[in-house]
Antibody
Framework: DVQLVESGGGLVQPGGSLRLSCAAS????????MTWFRQPPGKGLEWVAN????????YYLDSVKGRFTISRDNAKSSLYLQMNRLRAEDTAVYYC???????????WGQGAMVIVSS | DIQMTQSPSSVSASVGDRVTITCRAS??????LGWYQQKPGKAPKRLIY???SLQSGVPSRFSGSGSGTEFTLTISSLQPEDFATYFC?????????FGQGTKVDIK
């Protein structure tokens, strides 16, 4: 089965750091751009970052630029999101997913909750 | 940034009803748009890609249309499992942006 499984969520204090991981299986991970999305409690979805299939390009939401870093390890079929200098407004469920395109491939993880609070 | 204006924000409908949801982009995005369904506590599920192509495994009562700035998701005959929140997402420009969502609930 095609699958993404996130891990690494939790409670962190403002200004702290957290690293999310996303393990892929059932497809050739190294062929696909990947994405992180997030959804604050009770609110809509927000795109966070994209990374090219070989890791050579990445793009970020302005509000996370300089604080978050998306990366990947194709040998491990894994995607990561390093989150530094976390703020209360970063509190959300974070989803890894294949990058939305005009082709038919689409896979999402189950989500990882990140709570930034003192 | 490309703004996606989605309407209505909510709709009350009955099983068997036809439901139409619209997204309007602040600038042309060709057909770089998908429609998603999300149920409480679950990850979004894509229903339509490239504005009008049905995702594999999605029932044919879902359809999408449009190009450029105006897009529509139609559910031809609402089923009990379709009560959910629906979002559009543009992937033409950065940042990628979503519509505000439409909650479809039972009348």
């Amino acid at each position: 089965d095609v699958q993404l499984v996130e891990s690494g969520g939790g409670l962190v204090q403002p200004g702290g750091s957290l690293r999310l991981s996303c393990a892929a299986s059932g497809f050739t991970f190294s062929r696909y751009w990947m994405t992180w999305f997030r959804q604050p409690p009770g609110k809509g979805l927000e795109w966070v970052a994209n990374i090219k299939h070989d890791g050579s390009e990445d793009y970020y939401l302005d509000s996370v630029k300089g604080r978050f870093t998306i990366s990947r390890d194709n040998a491990k079929s894994s995607l990561y999101l390093q989150m530094n200098r976390l703020r209360a407004e970063d509190t959300a469920v974070y989803y890894c997913a294949s990058r939305p395109t005009i082709d038919g491939f689409d896979v999402w993880g189950q989500g990882a909750m990140v709570i930034v609070s003192s | 940034d490309i703004q996606m204006t989605q309407s209505p924000s909510s709709v009350s409908a009955s099983v068997g009803d036809r439901v139409t949801i619209t997204c309007r982009a602040s600038q042309g995005i060709r057909n770089d748009l998908g429609w998603y369904q999300q149920k409480p506590g679950k990850a979004p599920k894509r229903l339509i890609y490239a504005a009008s192509s049905l995702q594999s495994g999605v029932p044919s009562r879902f359809s999408g249309s449009g190009s450029g700035t105006e897009f529509t998701l139609t559910i031809s005959s609402l089923q009990p499992e379709d009560f959910a929140t629906y979002f559009c997402l543009q992937h033409n420009g950065y940042p990628r942006t979503f519509g505000q969502g439409t909650k479809v609930d039972i009348k």
